[in-house]
Each structure stands twice: as structure tokens, then as C-alpha cells.
């Protein structure tokens, strides 16, 4: 969330749009009427009256952009759920283009929503902001990302006293052009009904939401039974594309030299995979494959109807003291139980997890993919049917004083991270490293890469002790030889080498965008090095047949991902946008790609969360699958993508971080989403030739 200071509004009127749509904001007009101002950012006109706004922002402020208040005051939306804006990206960079929608008193955090998009350069997008509300319900909801229409905890927001919209860029670095379309109110709002004192328990023995209905909602025992064998007769009818060899690769493609294991080439100026064959492969595959995940039940025990944790039969998926990072649970260890797992039991039987890995494959082969993504089971991958990928971690001892989401940086220089790096892969590795299902492993994930002076900073904030800050000062000493020189160039007051070491000082913004900056980037660009290069020499050792495909970045600067290109033989990353097609490494660097992790979601199936990357309605998601990876097929670097996840999240939040999110190829009763698995066979069966 941000904080959006000194924004200059516009105030405008709105006006009924076909579709059940409200249109709030006729930008063109205003625009052609002179009546648009904005912060740090240039507005025009584009096209005709009617068309809309080019926005130019600058960087002499946080959040440039334009703001939009209500005609009268404010705008009331009880019966709509969500705001939204065409946006295009104009620009020459991508840009992630924020919208705030405020009740009196925003500040970025409280009595508003936000919502945003990102876009490649030249693409167009809905940014769209759900209006989260609030309703009396008896009782407290609490250690969810998202919650039932109405029962939001997280937020006052007063839908029928909006007064203003923005609609902005955070912190930018850089000039950005985009252009934006009529901003409206859509989706009827419906909300649920549900006296107060009537809401509790609302998750039923399935671990579904209580009080809706939709299409696939499981009822009984009987209508899982059933669905198993509805299935059983269409994965029979379409077991698999003809035109893939036994390993998923393209069968009646160019054949390239047999190796026996999975390896990467490029072919008339595209990079792709080749399998143990010499098939060309395209990694078209899913995360997670039964990864069965489990909620708190801890403090929670009136919102379960018919619990099955109870029960004698279902009492090995209750679990005691599962881990909670973030959240409501954070740094404790609750009571959790596993829905999921309680259903496949239900559904297949006393044998249910041989049962469910065979019909994973079948899955797999029918829908058209032809990968086990990261996360998943061993006892599913290893059954030599699929292709896979492994997750393997590097050692835990860490930079101190570096900082990140998912932790601190590790501390490459220490010998003891060496050591357990490769002790770690080593072990990782035994039972896979010479299988030639196998296609490499990710190592890491979704590190604290920060920018090109984090890891520096992180070093010097750290105790005297850390190796990595021994070699920063150790580097800086061998280059300036005296401290005053450092302190000259630096702007800093150390009063000798070893009262740099003793300090833990972390750096201000002056010091680390000045002439310090090319130290610590220096510094930065070899601690990257190292790591990538340490790892490398562990994989390559422990399973030399393997390949290596990077630590998934989530975050990363073009320092980082030139370190990775440099050692892996893919550079993998975790890209929850709309499209890759546009994707460019820095500087146009030339080495194949793999996507670790993408999603899309809706909230038309009983779940409460989108993901992050929302879609309206199972056909859209359905819609945005294709071309997400119809973009990453056609692209000359990249080699496969992965969807992260096989299942859908519990409805009440994973116990790890809270997560609830409809991201599954299957829900949590093990139902297809029928729209998302057409939409994955048919460009999966295709995907060859493209």
C-alpha cells in the first residue's frame, strides 16, 4: 500500500453505461474541457473527445499520476463490486500502473482499496479495484488474504461514500506514458445473506464456503464418487497429444543427438529444451502436484461445520504444530488440518495416494502437460511417467544485516555456507540426480535480491565478524589504502578499517546513490558471482547429468540476473502478469528462460481470493491462460512455464502465510475447472509447430 501525498484532483459527474456498467469518470471530456490536473505528471487528450487521457509522469515525486473526485461529493456504489480503468502502456519500459479508490480520510492504508496492473510496453489491461465492505456477522474473521463478500476484516471502506479515485505510479525511477479510458463501476454486488449470528460455521465438513452455491460445489460423498468416475471415462476418451514422444517432447520434430538426459540448445534462433531422445521439448507444466496444503484450526473451532478432524478416519490430516511466517499466526505453531488431503481420501479410497499419483499422470498426459513443476510430491515425480523439475536449498547462514520478504541474503563468503551448500545439494539430489525424468533443479526461491547497493549495504549494517563484510571492507582497503581517502570519495566518517568493520551503520539514500554507489555495486555484482558460481559447482557435482536452473526470481536487478546468466543453464523466473511475450532480459541478454511460477484466478467459485493476477470469471481466466503461454511459446528464450498451483489454496488460508487463493487447475475437492483445462489442453496438444 502507498501513501499518495498532494494529489490535485478533477472533479467529474458519472453516467449509466449498457452492460449493468457506471460509468464515474468521462476522462476525455474533461481533458478536452481543460479541467484535468495532476501531480508530477502531464495530461492530454487522446483522439477525440471521448477517447481518454495520455498520462507522462515524472519523478520529482512518490506517486505521480491523476486524481478523480466525486461530483457532489461522492459517489455511492452499494450495488457495485468492483472499480475499473482501461489502461495502455505508451512507454518504452514496463510499468505497473496503481488505482486507489477512497472513502474521506484515505491515506494509502485506511478507508480505501487499492488495486494494480502491470504491463509490457505497448500492452493494454483492466486495472481493477474490488471493493472490499464490511458487515456485522456475530463474530471475527481473522488469518485469511481474502475474505467472503461483505465480511472483510481489513478494511471500514464505505461503499456508498466514495469520494475520489487515483490513479498513479509508485516510486518511479523512471519517466512512464500510459493512457487511460473511462473509469467505471461494474459487477453487481450481491450480497450474501446472512443474518447477524447466522454466519458461523461457514466452511462445511468439504472445507468449502457455507453460504453460496456455485457450479461444481461437492455436497456429498456420493457426488465425489461420482465425479471420479465421470472423469475416469474422459481421461480414457483423451488420454494424450499424438504427436509427443514418450518424455512430452515433439515427436515429429527435429531430432537432435540422443544424451539421455534433458539438456538446452538453440534451433534456427530459438532456445529450447531437447529431451533424453533429442526431441525438442517445451516444459509445459504445474506445480505443486499433490502438495497438500492445511489450514489453522487453532482459535477457530466455531467456524468448521461437520469437522471431519474429528474423526477417527480423517485424523492423519490433522496436524500439530505446522509453522506459520506470516499472518495472523505469525512466529507460532497452530493446530492445522488438511481438507484436501480428508477429500482425496473420501473420493479414492484407503489407497488413496497411490490411487491419486497414477490419476496425476493421467492428468498430466490428457490435459497436455508434460512437466511435474517445483513443490510437489516425490512419491508422484518419481514414478518415471512425467518429466520434472526438483527444488534443492542453498546453505543458511546468512548476511546479517541484508533485508527481504522471504529473509536475508545468504553470505556466499563464509566456508560454512560453501559447505553446507554443497551438503545440502549433495543430499537433495541423491534419489533424483541420475534419473533421466529429471530435468534439473531450482535452487532457491524468490530471494532477497534487492537492488544494485542492497547487498553492500546489508553487509556493512552487519557485525564485525561476517565474512562477507570482511571481504567488502577488505576490497574497499586493497582500492583506496588509507580510510580518509574512502571517507573523501564516500562522504563518510570512519575513523579507521577497523572501526568500518565495527560499525553497523546502515547507509542513508546520499551515501548509496553517490559516489559510494559504484563500490557497493562492485561489491554486489561479485557477491551475485559467487553465489551463482558455488551453486553451479554443488549441482553439477552432485548430478552432473542435470540441469540448472536458477533461483527463481521473483525481484531481481540487471546485476543479479547478468550473475545468473552467466552460470545457469537456465535463468528461471516467477512471473504473475498478464503476458511474457514482450519479456527482454537486461541489456538483451541471449539465454534460455523458464517460468517458475504464473497464476490467474476468479472469485465465481466459491473462493475468496484471486490470486495475483485477477480474472473476472472462469472464462477469462481460462482465456488469459492461452495467451500467457501462447506468449512464452512463441518467444525466441523461453523453454517452459509452469502454473503454480496444482490445487486450490484452503478457503480459510494456508497456515504457512495466510494464503487463500483460487489458483488450482482443480479445487479443493479435486474437481477440474473445466474452462482453465480446456484452455491448458488446447494449447498443450498444440503447442508443437506453433
Known sequence: MVKLLAMVVVVLGWGLMARGEVVMVKVGEEVAAGRVKATAARVERVGGVGDGVRVRTEVSQGWPGVGFVALGGKWDLAEWEFVEVGVKNVGEGAVTVYCRVDNPGADGVKNCCNGSVQLSAGKEGVLRVRLARTS?????????????????????????????????????????????????????YEAAKVGVGEFFPFIDEFGQYVHRDWVGKVHSAEELAAKRVEEEKELSQRAGPEGWDKWGGWKDGPGLEAKGCFRVEKVNGKWWLVDPDGKLFFSHGVDC???????????????????????????????????????????????SFGFAGA????????????????????????????????????????????????????????????????????????????????????????????????????????????DEVSLGVGALASPAGQAAKKVLVGDLKAKYGEIGKLNEVWGTKYGSWEGMLESRERLGNLTTGGKARGDLVDFYRKTAEEYFRVVKGAVKVAAPGRLYLGCRFAWANAVAVGAAGKYCDVVSYNLYQRSVAEFELPGGLDVPLMIGEFHFGALDRGMFHTGLVETGSQAERAKAYKDYVMGCLRH???????????????????????????IGLVDGVDTPYVETIEAVREVGWGMYGK
Open 636 to 662: 525466441r528464450q523461453f523453454v517452459g512455464c509452469h502454473w503454480f498451483q496444482w490445487q486450490d489454496e484452503p478457503v480459510t488460508g494456508r497456515v504457512y502465510d495466510e494464503e487463500n487463493y483460487q
Open 289 to 335: 502436484v499433490r502438495m497438500l496444503d492445511i489450514t489453522p484450526i487453532e482459535g477457530r473451532e466455531g467456524w468448521f461445520k461437520d469437522f471431519p478432524g474429528e474423526r477417527a478416519e480423517f485424523k492423519e490430516f490433522a496436524v500439530e504444530g505446522a509453522f506459520a511466517l506470516h499472518g495472523h499466526y505469525a512466529g507460532t505453531r497452530p493446530r
Open 136 to 188: 456485522e456477522i456475530g463474530g471475527k474473521l481473522f488469518g485469511m488474504r481474502g475474505y467472503p463478500a461483505g465480511f472483510d476484516p481489513k478494511w471500514t471502506l464505505d461503499v456508498s461514500n466514495i469520494t475520489q479515485v487515483l490513479v498513479f505510479v509508485s516510486q518511479p525511477k523512471a519517466e512512464h506514458v500510459f493512457e487511460i479510458r473511462d473509469v467505471r463501476a461494474g459487477g453487481k
Open 343 to 450: 477429500n482425496l481420501k473420501r473420493k479414492y479410497g484407503g489407497n488413496w495416494r497411490e490411487a491419486t499419483a497414477e490419476v496425476a499422470h493421467r492428468r498430466l498426459r490428457s490435459w497436455g502437460l508434460n512437466t511435474i513443476g517445483n513443490w510437489s510430491e516425490a512419491s508422484v515425480y518419481m514414478k518415471g511417467k512425467t518429466a520434472y523439475v526438483c527444488t534443492l536449498g542453498s546453505g543458511r547462514k546468512m548476511i546479517e544485516g541484508s533485508q527481504g520478504y522471504w529473509g536475508k541474503f545468504p553470505d556466499v563468503f563464509d566456508v560454512e555456507w560453501v559447505a553446507e551448500t554443497q551438503r545440502r545439494i549433495a543430499a537433495g539430489a541423491g534419489r533424483t540426480g541420475n534419473d533421466p525424468w529429471c530435468i534439473g533443479y531450482f535452487v532457491d526461491n524468490e530471494m532477497s535480491w534487492g
